[in-house]
């Protein structure tokens, strides 16, 4: 399976400030994915990012506010902008790994906590 | 729209004692079906999965599941657990039709008391 890592491990934000989180992966995959765990709360599905296009927002999540980038095959970036302390949340990344198999592989999160 | 329900937010067991979590969806269609698993410290892990054919399935560690789809229940089981079970447990679908995206259930926190 798919080894996923993810930098900052954690950060501490003013209020205001963005961002920006590193998603890796040891090997090439096509589709990458963002969630958000907020505090006592189950994962929310941010976006899908998959190479060579645009990502695909879930409801209630826009791109001003968490623009994602996916230069290549084994790297994204989320970013959260212009932050608030709602903010506050576990950011995870995963890949479905191998292609087309359903299953997901997730990164060891990024903590975000905004004051 | 899809949802996964996990009743039992936090439960509490002894070495050796039977495990039960239960988890049901709500989800007209097909559906694949995921339990996973984030022990202390660690990553979220894949547990075990059913997307087709025999509805009980065997996942890592002991674990296994049983889908009914009568109920839309997907419940985990294990016949004795260990210290090592401590763990968070979370339950996920994904439909045929958008099998990408998955709806995580709100989790049980697994206490194993040594």
């Known amino acids: 399976s798919a080894v996923i890592s993810q930098k900052p491990s954690r950060d501490i934000c003013q209020r205001g400030t963005s961002l920006t989180i590193q998603c890796q992966v040891d090997s090439q995959v096509t589709m990458m994915f963002w969630y958000r765990q907020q505090p006592g709360q189950s994962l929310t599905l941010i976006a899908t990012a998959n190479q060579g296009s645009e990502a695909t927002y879930e409801s209630g999540f826009v791109i001003d506010k968490f623009p994602i980038s996916r230069p290549n095959l084994t790297f994204s970036t989320l970013t959260v902008s212009n932050m608030s302390p709602e903010d506050s949340s576990i950011y995870l990344c995963?890949?479905?790994?191998?292609?087309?198999?359903?299953?997901?592989?997730f990164g060891p999160g990024t903590r975000l906590t905004v004051t | 729209a899809q949802s996964v329900s996990q009743h039992n937010h936090h439960v509490i067991l002894s070495e050796a004692a039977s495990l039960e979590l239960g988890c049901n969806y709500s989800y007209g269609g097909t559906v694949n079906l995921f339990w996973y698993v984030q022990y202390p410290g660690q990553h979220l892990q894949l547990l075990l999965k059913y997307f087709s054919g025999d509805p009980l399935v065997k996942g890592i560690k002991g674990f296994e599941a049983e889908f009914i789809k009568s109920k839309f229940s997907f419940n985990l089981r294990k016949p004795s657990v260990q210290w090592s079970d401590t763990a968070e447990y979370f339950c996920?679908?994904?439909?045929?039709?958008?099998?990408?995206?998955?709806?995580f259930g709100s989790g049980t926190r697994l206490s194993i008391r040594p």
């Open positions: 995963s890949v479905e790994d191998p292609p087309g198999s359903y299953e997901q592989y």
């Open positions: 996920a679908v994904t439909s045929h039709s958008s099998a990408s995206k998955i709806i």
